[in-house]
């Protein structure tokens, strides 16, 4: 391998130049990675069905219970963001790489652990809206589907905001719930569920304009928090 | 006899006085009829002397002698005619001639001794002398005859033949007198006064009066008797006089009124030292005496009056000098009236009229003005704070603000308007501000409404006043958009309060409407309908009652124009009784428009009617819910020819289209046009059928073929047809394709009419029922008795459909059929039965089925047409924009859309919605209010 044999110059030569040792440790990190990456696969396929290339639905509880997470937990579905995993229940093995790489985790302890950090990556500002909208869109699980029924919007909006927007996310279920106008909520009103937990003051509303351009549906809303306040 | 043509110049007999002469003459051997005639109302002089050449039956217009407006005052006058002059006389002694230069060749007075009882007087050429034959009952009878300037009389003694001259002689002044078009050619008139001898000097009558004695002067035809020249302060010494008598009137100290003579006196006065030869020609010195004369008496008794009084006081000692001074100024000019004649209009001076006011102007007037603004704003504000005042007072001083502009506005407008508007705006912001600071909101507006309702009160409590109410209205309403428009933005307030006028009384209109239609409803809900007639009558009476005022009152202004429109658009947008606007309107024309509608009108009626309709239809936002139900209802009349009248049809569309556009009408028109061709279309079907014979399917059939995309959408069931129709279909159906090709006949059985036999043991009726009764009925040909589910079946029909029409012919007003259990209503458990023992008077009857109620599926309809029509809008306008911001977008998609209706903000949000899903849109990812096109 020609790694191999340039690894062996270098080792040679006395006189060690920063450069070398910088290859130095970049054969050695290479060497470690390489060890890394079969781990990671070796982990991908205990999961994964007899020579599939990917894990399928049983396969994500079996690991579930490795990690010892419930399968709706949204840890999963964090996993599943640094994966940026495409299809709800499956995890390729590109995906699995992408993702068990990215959290520098090759067994199942180390992601274990490293769900933790992943937490604490996805509540970061920068990342919670991208999240936000992945998770919307891992959602959607047919072709050319747009939209998602009002029951998994009530779930999702509990998984991902509950812990942090309580008051609004029970608010807004229990809306949704008993409000007929709407069958299914689109991308674009999803993400305006989130602008509203974070821009608008709950629960006195105080500084909501319903001349923005606020989704009817939290026009809607807000009309009824109103109401039902008198 | 001879007919004289009605006079093209002749002035309005009511508003003149007129009289008029006839006579002969021989220079163009004529008879002639000469009428002096001029308005004198008012101070105003309008002569207008024509006559006519009798045999040639043509007027011509002559110049007016200076001295006709004279002739009303004096009782009797007499003309006649001489070498192409018209002479006339008045009987307290003037004698003119007439020619293209009046020239008044003497004043004289009559010494007769019954003083001027004079009963007749004709005036005419006798043995070619100017004579006046002054008749008096039981008297002597005058005969005066005129040689050169000379004046010779005789007095005949009386005696009966000589009485019967004079009864002739007043028959033909009568005859003058009431002159109308026909004529009496005379020619007895000189022949019994020629036999009178002129005796002269005999039994001549001195005058008794030194007053009186005839004064002559100097026409240049006559020979000259010389006249004693007056010297100004003897002529002056005359006039004033006159002019203290004037004074002392006024002044109401005892003093008899002014006679004829005394007038006759004071004016030949002023003539002759207006006619003397210079330096004795005192005309410039008397212009200016005219003028001291008033100031004199101002300066003298007027200011020292008005000056000793204050406040109300001193507005009425104003509006009665006032009236003084224009009394003053009548009679003064008047006497004074030659000046005006030459000497004033040969040297462009002020007329007398002007002088005289000009004096009170700047005397008075000008010291005074502002203390009687001040007094005035005052009592207006009296009367603002609710107390008492006399408005006809006020009326009066205002008017002398007017009045003294002679024409022009500028003082009322500079010393009185200005001030007052100051005073107003100040009254009532100081009054706005107050409230504000102490009432709530609301209590505000109320105050603001009470207000706004007193100085209505306020208006209708002066008309009462006055007898000419609406006029006075609207002048008021005139003079308030005169005051207002003076001020910069003091329209806007003016038209604001119009406004919430014309809503206010446009809401009572709903809410009476409003209460009739539920009181109805607590009685009987059979006439529901008349009431929404009413009221879309009632309103285009409020319209057309406001929109008057805007054009006369307002000059038509702008801001008036959409004030009204604002208004009316909040009330005509309310709806009345849980039917909107658009409905009732649509109704109110089917009423109009269809056979037997409520509404018994003329044509020109009707058109006006659906004019103005159409015009209401502008404040209407809910256009295309308009179009909705009035083309639902236009396809009942012209389906079930209930239409009364093509051309009113086809005049109200084109109404609406100059309004709304030719997409607002064009399914409408194109009803009307399916209409026509479906007739010919039935008469070539027609013709099919008798040239093959094979194919008639044995009963009548008429089909109106219609174009899907104008007519309202119908539900077309699967009837199961009876047999006998299912042959008709078919043979139109081939029929069809013979002529077109590619074209997909939809069968829409719920709008067809069948004509049927019903075969009942006392006699046959023929029912008219519709598709749907008919099948039904049908079915009974081949089966006694038939239940609920079996006719359901058999018909392939919904239960709604079912229900009501088995209703229609079991439980209304003809039994058709017989139902298990005999009850009111159809259940799904009920057996029918055919009653053959059914009957009636009539050999034809109508089974009505009553339409299933149409508005919601109308208004589902319109839902529908306007989710595309927004759609479009708001792909229309982000297609040009690319990139655009939520309220930009829903502003433009409003106005877009805001000529057919007012799209709901909310419906728009839904629309973007939908659009983001169906990816024509997306949200900006930084921006959530900005919106960006996807191509």
Known sequence: MPRTSSRKGPTNSSASSNSSTVDLFRAASGRAASKELERIDQLFYSYSSDGSSMIDPEGIESLCSDLEVDHTDVRILMLAWKMQAEKQGYFTLDEWRRGLKALRADTILKLKKALVDLEKEVRRPSNFADFYAYAFRYCLTEEKQKSIDIESICLLLDLVLGSQFRAQVDALIQYLKIQSDYKVINMDQWMGFYRFCNEVKFPDLSNYDPDQAWTLILDNF???LKSKRG | MVKVPKSPLALKSKESFSMHGFGYDSSSDDYKV?????????????????????????WKRVDSSPYDHLAPQLPHWDMSFSGGFCEWGLSIGWLVTENRVPRLLLLLSIPAPGGFDVQMFVFNKLGGCLCLINARENGPMDVWTMKESDIDITTLSQSGGKNRKSRKCRGAIRKYEDLSGVFEKSIRRIKGKKRLRESEGKEEKKPRDSHLTPIRFPPQKMTMNQRNTIDLDQGWDFMQK????????????????????????????????????????????LYDKYRESFEEYIQSTVLPALREKHDEFMLRELVKRWLNHKIMVRWLSRFFHYLDRYFIARRSLPALKEVGLTCFRDLVYQELNGKVRDAVISLIDQEREGEQIDRALLKNVLD???EIGMGQMDYYENDFEAAMLKDTA??????????????????????????????????????????ETKLLEVEDLSRMY???????????????????HVTAEGTALVKQAEDAASNKKAEKKDIVGLQEQVFVRKVIELHDKFMAYVNDCFLNHTLFHKALKEAFEVFCNKGVAGSSSAELLATFCDNILKKGGSEKLSDEAIEETLEKVVKLLAYISDKDLFAEFYRKKLARRLLFDKSANDEHERSILTKLKQQCGGQFTSKMEGMVTDLTLARENQTSFEEYLSNNPNANPGIDLTVTVLTTGFWPSYKSF??????????????????????????????IYSLGTCNINGKFEPKTIELIVTTYQAAALLLFNASDRLSYQEIMAQLNLSDDDVVRLLHSLSCAKYK?????????????????EFNSKFTDKMRRIKIPLPPVDEKKKVIEDVDKDRRYAIDASIVRIMKSRKVLGYQQLVMECVEQLGRMFKPDVKAIKKRIEDLITRDYLERDKDNPNLFKYLA
């Open chain 2, 242 to 285: 006159g002019i203290t008598k004037l004074k002392n009137i006024l002044e109401g100290l005892p003093e008899p009124q002014f006679s004829s003579e005394d007038y006759m006196m004071l004016y030949t006065t002023i003539y002759n030292m207006c006619t003397q030869k210079p330096p004795h020609d005192y005309s410039q010195q």
């Open chain 2, 400 to 402: 002398i603000f007017v």
């Open chain 2, 718 to 747: 699967d009837l199961n047809l009876p047999a006998e129709m299912v042959k008709c279909v078919e043979v139109f159906r081939e029929f069809y394709q013979t002529k077109t090709k590619h074209r997909k006949l939809t069968w």
């Open chain 1, 222 to 224: 807000v009309d009824w």
């Open chain 2, 426 to 467: 100040a009254y009532y912001s100081r009054k706005a501000s107050n409230w504000i600071l102490d009432d709530s909101c609301p209590d505000y507006m109320m105050k603001a409404e009470e207000c706004l309702k007193r100085e209505k009160d306020r208006v209708a409590h002066y008309l009462h006043s006055s007898s």
């Open chain 2, 482 to 500: 005169r005051l207002f428009s003076k001020i910069p933005r003091g329209l806007e307030p003016v038209a604001n309060i119009f406004k919430q």
């Open chain 2, 34 to 58: 000469v009428t002096l005639s001029h308005y004198d109302t008012d101070n105003e002089h309008r002569p207008n002397d024509t006559f006519v050449d009798v045999k040639r039956g043509v």
């Open chain 2, 816 to 832: 058709i059929l017989n139902k298990e259990p005999s009850t009111k209503t159809i259940s799904s458990t009920d057996v029918f």
